[in-house]
């Protein structure tokens, strides 16, 4: 069983020639909406992949978080442990994608700032059970520790988006993984070796076409990423996470776990939408034996 606790997001989704520069407006070639928010996710990646997983997290009492509940259950996660508010709507972000491929989002967390330590405490058991936990920071700080201080098994940090951690939280965790950017902000360097300082295990270090670099003390191993025609990077990271959890929590060396991540990472850009091109496990299979 994997358990994630995070974030649940309604996206709203603009493809566009280029990017606006500040104070330009564009004009968007089309526009749809999709589920979104890192914690479900990579709690759908995980799903479509074969683990069995179960999302802690909130949703407003509105339409939207009702069309993310249905889209859960499509999947097939356990959405008994997503609790439902009426003081915050659910959480929106608004994305903006490029014919690169590359993006800008925009997010109001709505809900998703009011996951708490009373969500962790109903979710003990699933916590203490899970064989991996898989985290983010689309929810507030302190609930990510309390979560990580609640996990009897592995604990896995997606530290996006970017910001400095507490040490309670690094000492909790056994992998941790970031791009280039959210290395910066945790080792000051964004070159893999820098995880070499961070107080955790082991670091996994995404890199876009690059492929991911797995750092445990001062050894780097890079593995590097397919050739695909990106459409949008949207959800690619999320597709390397869900995909690293399921490989975990069948019991995956690291090796083989993060070669899977890194083309489940690589499929999930050749649509448009966070979750429209991630591997269901038989797509996995067939890419990786190409």
Do not use: W
């Not at 526009?31 to 949703?59: D, T, W, Y």
């Not at 309390?146 to 009897?152: H, R, T, Y």
């Amino acid at each position: 069983m994997i358990a994630v606790v995070g974030s649940v997001n309604r996206d709203l989704v603009m493809i566009c020639d280029a990017l606006p520069l500040p104070g330009e407006t564009v004009l968007a070639s089309g526009h749809f909406e999709s589920p979104g928010g890192k914690g479900a996710n990579q709690a759908v990646a995980a799903a479509r992949l074969g683990a069995q997983v179960a999302l802690v997290g909130r949703i407003g009492d509105d339409d939207a978080g009702r069309m993310l509940v249905e889209a859960f259950e499509e999947d097939g996660v356990d959405v008994s442990l997503i609790a439902v508010t009426g003081s915050a709507p659910t959480g929106l972000a608004v994305i903006t994608v490029d014919r690169a491929g590359e993006n800008t989002i925009v997010g109001s967390p709505g809900a998703n700032l009011l996951v708490d330590s009373a969500d962790i405490a109903d979710a003990g058991s699933l916590l203490r059970a899970a064989s991996v936990t898989l985290l983010q920071l689309e929810i507030p700080l302190p609930t990510v520790t309390d979560a990580a201080n609640a996990a009897g098994g592995t604990v896995m940090l997606n530290a996006a988006p970017a910001r400095p951690l507490p040490d309670e939280l690094l000492e909790a965790v056994d992998v941790l993984v970031v791009n280039r950017a959210e290395l910066e902000t945790l080792a000051g360097d964004g070159d893999p070796a820098a995880a070499a300082q961070l107080s955790v295990p082991t670091t996994v270090v995404t890199m876009g076409a690059d492929g991911a670099a797995v750092v445990t003390g001062d050894v780097v191993a890079v593995f590097p990423a397919p050739e695909v025609d990106v459409v949008d990077t949207t959800g690619a990271g999320d597709a390397f996470c869900g995909a690293l959890a399921a490989a975990f929590a069948v019991g995956m060396e690291m090796s083989d776990a993060v070669s899977r991540a890194v083309v489940a990472g690589a499929l999930a850009t050749t649509a448009f939408g966070a979750r429209s091109a991630m591997p269901m496990a038989e797509e996995l299979e067939a890419a990786l034996d190409r």
